[in-house]
């Protein structure tokens, strides 16, 4: 669990062997990662290296011709796509999102616990029928353009389903949560007499913001930028449902090759790149916040 | 530690979300006792069916009343494009008893040995399926599998925002529309249109074809808007789009709720699609599925399918009994010149997703 | 004397609770004042408001003649050492300390100059690259310090800033307070709830008590002129004792106890009261075994003696059955060897009978 990175250096004093009963408490954790994580993994590793026949049924046969086709120019164009999407996904939510989870975190208790609770309830509900609202508030007919026509603010429905800000404001809609939560961790630790202290020290409100809040709520800052830029990245239906399906992420790219175009091995070498991408990227970010 | 407990609870949610994703995907699996294992001989029917089909293409009085007749379950898992169907057919696990194909699928499943060969003898009403429709080139003879609903790629037309006549490909995709137009998000679907509108035969998925139809796909995919296979006329219907190339039962839906709506088959011809039922090979229950399919067969019971989903029904005893409203609705039965069928076409599929893939990346 | 900091007649509410009720108090400069009470008597909230991290419900904070009710913290020329120290976890000692001045774009060379001055007034010299979590907690308090004054503050406000050293450390630390508020001459506004901190450290005391000043004044006059019960009991003992008047005169008035003890006292008698209360340290009753000279002698018996270290704190009663508590000496070094069960003689001296007022 990367948000709980911060609590590590707590727990390792009361560090200890597990004994026979720890290690069968874990078990069922150690299954589950077996089953879900690893062996999948491993399948597809393999699967990377074959090759497809006429019907796209994977043929066990040694080629490293589908990772040669990862970096065609396509697919790596689709790649930068997919990063700026997802980076700008992550720069929204954050900008939107630190200042809600710092208001919850520095809330009392009582409204605090309601808040967190509205953060939570968007996830009762199916992700489809949430994506499926969004379209219809945002299609040319809708509840939005109408509101706005009738004010009269505008002259012409605004053309935003089917676009890339449609496509963004899907992403960060459900992505904001995993922003929000890791920070409001973060925010809720911190102690408010470190804030004051700022203060007493001269510093404004903006100076106390960068000098003294962001450092200290770093863990979870970094925690929610991870939550949020990793899946967006692969993210597909949004861009299929609310960007027309006009712009291929490599989500979309990937989910084709296990459809449409039944190349497995060709969508298991993307999948595979893009793990090492992730893997990558949360080494050298993990060295980086070791050194800060 | 509220944190982490808030941490803990969302990943909770996120497993079980997975989980019940999971569980849709498991099929039910065939009661211990159904299929040939325990079945001694002729009257073999299991007590259960596993179907595994399209969905929103079988009415569930259809289910229901196969099931009170027959007292056999039919357990309805679904799909949403074939080649869903077909990955998870091929990974095995899972017996089936019926599937139901589309055209160049049950080509491709016949070439490699996928399918159970059917057996005419216990299909007393397989008589009326409308003659053309018994030796298309996928399975002449209906040997392996029985036409359930026919369809056609056609286009639909917002006659209120687009006023010059709309004929074929070529019309739907001039510059005028840029932005206002919907196409199915099927790749092998747009490259049909193009060879259409070139000449060129759709099967024939040649190298030297692709990139002939490059330059034409590549301007096509610049105007369209949305790209959607599963509900092409939300976005029609939401004022997003005015024009576009759907489904004909789509478009006879459009039809049906609005007058504006015109639904026009391509004059560079006219993409047909047979949507089959078909027994895999290895199913515990075909001796159930026999009798599903020539269930399905009894006009009355095809009229019920109609009603529901407007597209063509291959069953002439059927259409007798559908009123003259539904038999005037051109996108259920249109009146088309050459009709042109999918084959299956193996490899090139990879070759054609690249290439599309390709195009709408640069699109943007 | 310049007055620093005044506060008229600021009262702070919390929703429903009253905080801090309608208080005036005038801060001179240079002095090291203590704002004593116990916990939950507002004196924080007090300290807050002039520090800015509360804004009076009612009232005006003026800061060198200065009104800065509605200043935030950060335009006030004070600083603050909090109870828990606040120091910032992800500096080092250095970088703390050099916080303030780099907030106030100081240049370089003076905030070195500064940060190593202020690092050496409190030894914490080579500790300086040190993160807060490896230090002590008599180190953090340094640091804590050194933050606040490099700033060189008008007033420097302390909230219980030792509490949470053990007691040896906080001896010392007390008398290097001291010291060094002298050293530097800065206000020194002290909020702690140990009496006896601040009779040591303070020039002035305000005893504070349900959100009101109960008294204000010097360690002697608040020790030795308590002006009411709660002042008396809570610095330092008191007998607290019910007395009616008997006579008045010009500059003493004669009071009896319960049991029908009579007292002289030379202590000004409210006007016009005939019920009174009078507090009496047990360490001001003398005993003798024989009567000495003077008047307010008084016979008793010790009914108890409990040891308490340098001292034995003696339960006397008197023959009309009035309970009084005294401190002598510990036995070794009594003067009067008594001892329990024994008949002594008590004195009071006519100025150790303080007339309080109820609370």
């Given at each position: 669990m990367t948000p709980g990175t911060g609590q590590l250096p707590e727990i390792q004093g009361a560090q200890r062997r597990p004994g026979l009963r720890g290690w069968l408490l874990f078990a069922p954790l150690m299954l589950w990662l077996f089953a879900f994580v690893i062996a999948p993994t491993a399948i597809m590793f393999v699967y990377s290296f074959c090759q497809r026949d006429e019907l796209g049924q994977v043929v066990f046969e040694f080629s490293l011709s589908n990772y040669t086709r990862v970096f065609d120019k396509t697919y790596l164009k689709i790649f930068t796509n997919s990063i700026q999407y997802a980076a700008i996904t992550t720069v929204i939510c954050l900008l939107v999102g630190y200042p809600v989870a710092y208001f919850i975190g520095r809330a009392s208790e009582q409204i605090r616990n309601k808040l967190l609770m509205l953060v939570m309830i968007?996830?009762?509900?199916s992700f489809l029928i949430r994506t499926y609202a969004w379209m219809s508030i945002l299609k040319a007919e809708g509840p939005l353009n109408g509101m706005l026509l009738y004010m009269q603010l505008i002259a012409a429905p605004l053309d935003i389903l089917y676009t890339p800000a449609a496509v963004v404001i899907g992403l960060v809609y459900s992505y904001l949560p995993f922003m929000i939560l890791p920070i409001y961790g973060s925010v809720e630790k911190l102690d408010n007499a470190l804030i004051e202290a700022a203060f007493d020290l001269g510093a404004g409100p903006v100076s106390a913001f960068s000098h003294v809040i962001v450092p200290l709520t770093r863990p979870g800052i970094f925690a929610g930028v991870l939550l949020v830029f990793i899946p967006a990245i692969g993210m597909f239906a949004i861009t299929d449902l609310m960007g027309g399906g006009r712009v291929p992420m490599i989500g979309n790219v990937i989910q084709n090759q296990f459809g449409q175009a039944r190349d497995w091995p060709f969508g298991a070498a993307l999948g595979m790149t893009m793990l090492l991408l992730f893997a990558a990227c949360f080494a050298l970010s993990m060295r980086k916040s070791d050194a800060a | 530690m509220k944190r982490i407990g808030g941490l803990i609870y969302l990943l909770a949610i996120a497993i079980v979300a997975f989980l019940v994703g999971c569980k849709k995907d498991e099929p039910a699996a065939p009661a211990p006792g159904a299929g040939s294992a325990k079945a001694p001989a002729a009257a073999a029917v299991g007590k259960e069916l596993n179907l595994f089909a399209w969905s929103e293409y079988i009415p569930e009085d259809v289910i229901t009343g196969f099931t009170k007749e027959t007292g056999v379950k039919v357990n309805y898992e679904t799909y949403a494009s074939n080649e869903e169907m077909l990955s998870k057919l091929l990974a095995g696990g899972t017996k089936y008893d019926l599937i139901q194909p589309s055209e160049y699928v049950i080509e491709a499943l016949v070439k490699q040995n996928k399918l159970e060969a059917l057996d005419h003898a216990k299909l007393t009403n397989l008589k009326n399926i409308v003659a053309d429709l018994r030796d298309m080139p996928h399975d002449p003879g209906l040997k392996y599998s029985v036409p359930w609903m026919v369809g056609f790629v056609g286009i639909v037309v917002n006659t209120d925002k687009v006023k010059d006549p709309v004929k074929g490909f070529k019309d739907v995709f001039q510059d005028k529309y840029k932005g206002r137009i919907v196409a199915l998000n099927d790749n092998r679907e747009i490259v049909a249109w193009a060879m259409m509108t070139h000449g060129i035969d759709v099967n024939q998925m040649t190298p030297e074809n692709l990139e002939k139809v490059k330059p034409t796909v590549e301007k096509w995919i610049k105007l369209v808007k949305v790209f959607d296979s599963d509900s092409p006329k939300t976005a029609m219907m939401n004022g997003d789009v005015d024009i576009g190339v759907v489904w004909s039962g789509e478009g006879a839906i459009l039809a049906n709720t609005d007058k504006k709506y015109a639904f026009v088959i391509p004059e560079e011809g006219a993409r047909q699609y047979i949507d089959n039922l078909a027994i895999p090979k290895g199913a515990p229950n075909a001796e159930g599925a026999h009798l599903f399919i020539n269930y399905i067969l009894r006009p009355e019971v095809s009229k019920l399918v109609s009603d529901k989903f407007p597209y063509t029904n291959p069953n002439s005893e059927a259409r007798k009994l559908l009123t003259p409203e539904q038999l005037k609705n051109p996108a259920s039965y249109p009146e088309i010149k050459s009709k042109q069928t999918f084959r299956d076409i193996g490899k090139a599929a990879s070759d054609l997703d690249k290439m599309v893939t390709d195009l709408k990346a640069a699109a943007n | 004397m310049d007055v620093m900091v005044e506060l008229k007649r600021v009262t702070k509410r919390f929703s429903g609770t009253t905080a801090v009720n309608e208080v005036d108090l005038t801060i001179r400069a240079g002095e090291f004042i203590t704002l004593l009470?116990?916990?939950?008597?507002?004196k924080t909230t007090l300290l807050r408001m002039i520090s800015g991290f509360e804004t009076p419900s009612e009232g005006t904070v003026l800061l060198e003649g200065k009104d800065v009710t509605y200043e935030p913290p950060y335009r006030r020329d004070v600083n603050q050492v909090f109870q828990s120290y606040a120091l910032f976890p992800h500096m080092t000692v250095q970088e703390n300390i050099a916080f303030g001045l780099k907030m106030k774009k100081v240049g370089r060379a003076e905030m070195d100059e500064r940060v190593r001055s202020a690092i050496a007034m409190v030894s914490l010299a080579g500790m300086e690259a040190r993160k807060p979590t490896q230090l002590s907690g008599g180190q953090r308090q340094r640091v804590a310090l050194a933050r606040a004054i490099v700033c060189r503050p008008k007033v420097l406000l302390l909230d219980e800033p030792l509490s949470a050293l053990d007691a040896k450390l906080r001896h010392s630390m007390q008398v290097e307070l001291k010291q060094l508020q002298k050293k530097l001459g800065i206000t020194f506004v002290f909020v702690t709830h140990d009496q006896e901190e601040a009779l040591t450290m303070s020039d002035r005391i305000a005893v504070i008590n349900k959100g009101k000043i109960e008294q204000l004044g010097d360690a002697d006059a608040i020790y030795h002129r308590p002006k009411t019960t709660f002042v008396a009991n809570f610095i330092g003992q008191a007998n607290i004792l019910h007395a009616s008047v008997v006579a008045r005169e010009a500059r003493q008035a004669r009071v009896e106890l319960e049991g029908g003890l009579t007292l002289t006292t030379s202590e000004e008698l409210?006007?016009?009261?005939?019920r009174v209360l009078v507090s009496i340290r047990p360490e001001k009753v003398w005993i003798e075994k024989e009567r000495g000279e003077g008047d307010n002698w008084f016979e008793a018996t010790i009914e108890d003696e409990l040891f308490q270290g340098p001292t034995d704190q003696l339960r006397l009663k008197t023959d009309g059955g009035l309970t009084l508590s005294a401190l002598v000496a510990n036995e070794s070094s009594r003067r009067t060897p008594v001892h329990a069960g024994d008949r002594v003689w008590c004195h009071l001296h006519h100025d150790d009978i303080v007339f309080v007022h109820e609370d």
């Open positions: 968007p996830f009762w509900t | - | 009470g116990p916990s939950g008597c507002g409210p006007e016009g009261a005939e």
